[in-house]
């Protein structure tokens, strides 16, 4: 996985934990068989040199400006997919395979896909049941929201995001996508 080629899938988002980042990425590579770069965009400089994938872009703006200046270098890094990452997200092992392979299932599908999230400390009574590749067992009852699960890194074909058309501007906290 050679960090100089175009990659297949670029994480973008806004960031500040800095420390976290190239373990991050050392785990993302050392499980998965894409190629793929991280985008980040904060207003905290590294302290120590990143590994050759991650980009770091400062900006003083806030969180929402920062994922959004991620996002349109995501979209121009020539990638086939774009996964909004969140710094402190711990990710599981062949997560990128395991969600691009789902993608490429749905065929000329536009779909948004991701981890399912959930709280997983033991005795919750609301403890996700995840298959082997970390997706919810019971779609329809997260459809039904019977009960508290939601999804993290939604990772889309560059072509549905740039269908999306970008941000909600009104949201100062944090990044958010709209179909309007």
């Known amino acids: 996985k050679d960090a100089g080629e175009t990659p297949v899938v670029v994480l973008w988002g806004a960031a500040i934990r800095t420390h976290l980042w190239n373990d991050t990425y050392k785990r993302l590579s050392e499980t998965n068989d894409c190629k793929f770069k991280m985008l980040l965009c904060g207003h ?17 703006m806030n969180a929402n400006g ?19 990452w969140q710094d402190d997200l711990v990710p599981s092992p062949g997560l990128l395979d395991a969600i691009i392979q789902e ?3 749905a065929k000329d599908t536009e779909l948004v896909c991701g981890a399912a999230f959930r709280p997983t400390l033991p005795g919750q009574p609301c403890r996700a049941q995840l298959d082997k590749n970390g997706y919810l067992k019971d779609q329809l009852e997260c459809v039904t929201g019977q009960h508290n699960r939601g999804i993290v890194a939604p990772t889309m074909r560059t072509s549905t995001a740039r269908k999306m058309r970008g941000f909600d501007k009104r949201f100062i906290a944090t990044q958010q ?3 309007s």
């Open 177 to 179: 996508m709209t179909e």
């Open 103 to 105: 993608i490429d299932e």
């Open 44 to 60: 905290h400089h590294p302290e120590k040199p990143l590994c050759e994938g991650i980009v770091f872009i400062h900006s003083s």
């Open 66 to 84: 920062c994922a959004e200046i991620s996002f349109r270098h995501a979209l121009e890094s020539g990638a086939k997919y774009l996964m909004y």
